[in-house]
């Protein structure tokens, strides 16, 4: 699986990549395997890839510690530069204390909010190709991202990792 980007749209997605053709495209990933880490609090991250306003954001991770709480990000990713759009409010788990969650909603903004940096960290260590234990061949939804007949297909570079562009032809 390979992150993918529709140039006309800015639509995204992780792709299969078959021995002759793009089949399957995941709309979200949720990382089991690895975790976020920030100043020892680890966190699980969902990816979500929208249909809809892919101009505006086309990106939107959720960020979670079962003990403080989440936050919610919308990213914009145009194939060579990836930005901030927006922040959901963060939530609190019930358990959590006051200062525990106040400690994690300050982490979340300095190391991923404030600095570009943290962004493009981020990008590096998730938007990477991966494979899945089981294929699950039968699931072909490519017909539902890719509707017309002709595309090309390109490779580029972002944070050190391959990413397909696919722009419609004729």
């Known amino acids: ?28 990933v949720t990382w089991t395997d690895r975790l976020l880490e920030i100043e020892g609090i680890d966190l699980t991250v969902e990816i979500e890839f929208p249909e809809t306003e892919t101009e505006r954001r086309n990106i939107v991770v959720k960020l979670e510690n079962k003990r403080f709480g989440s936050c919610q990000v919308e990213l914009l990713f145009t194939g060579d530069s990836v930005h901030l759009v927006g ?47 089981v294929l699950g061949r039968g699931r072909r939804n490519i017909r539902s991202f890719l509707t017309n007949d002709h595309y090309r297909l390109s490779v580029i570079q972002f944070q050190e990792n391959p990413f397909l562009l696919i722009t419609m032809e004729g």
């Open 87 to 133: 922040k959901k409010d963060f939530a609190r788990n019930d358990d959590a204390t006051h200062t525990g969650y106040n400690r994690f909603k300050e982490l979340m903004e300095w190391h991923l909010f404030d600095e570009q940096k943290g962004i493009d960290e981020f990008f590096h260590r998730f938007f990477t190709p991966f494979t899945f234990d």
């Open 1 to 28: 699986m390979y992150p993918v980007i529709l140039n006309e749209n800015k639509r995204m997605g992780f792709a299969r990549i078959g021995k002759t053709r793009i089949t399957y495209m995941r709309p979200s």
